[in-house]
């Protein structure tokens, strides 16, 4: 897990409001339970934050609260998916640790951005 004080600022590629649910633990099948969640993509981690109360992308800042999990990108799959849930714009993330989560935005936009920008840093590990 990232501690607060350790992520690096420069590292930090993006940040913003999606709604998030885990769907798998270590491939075993979790009960879903959708919730805004604080998303930040930093290094080589999706860090998850509870309580996005009035964040903004351009006012997040490392160290202003303490994250609830986080995810690493090394060998992950991204995937769209319209099959896993009733919402649009849904895509599922599968660590290779078997944890499988759902990401989703109400705005089209933003829900692609947030996928290709994680997909980038996949392939990026890839080639390392
Ligand atoms: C679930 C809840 C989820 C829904 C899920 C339901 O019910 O309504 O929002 O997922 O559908 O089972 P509960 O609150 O009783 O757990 P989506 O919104 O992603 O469709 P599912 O079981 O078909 O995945």
Redesign the pocket.
Known sequence: LLGQKEIPFNELEKAGLLNK?KIAEGGKKL????SPSWVVLVGNSLVFFKDPKSQTPSSWKPGNSRPESSVDLRGAKLHWTNE????KN?FKLRTVTGNEF?LQSETDSLIREWYTTIQNVIDRLDRE
């Open positions: 649910t009960r879903k339970n959708w896993l849930s009733s919402k849904v759902l």
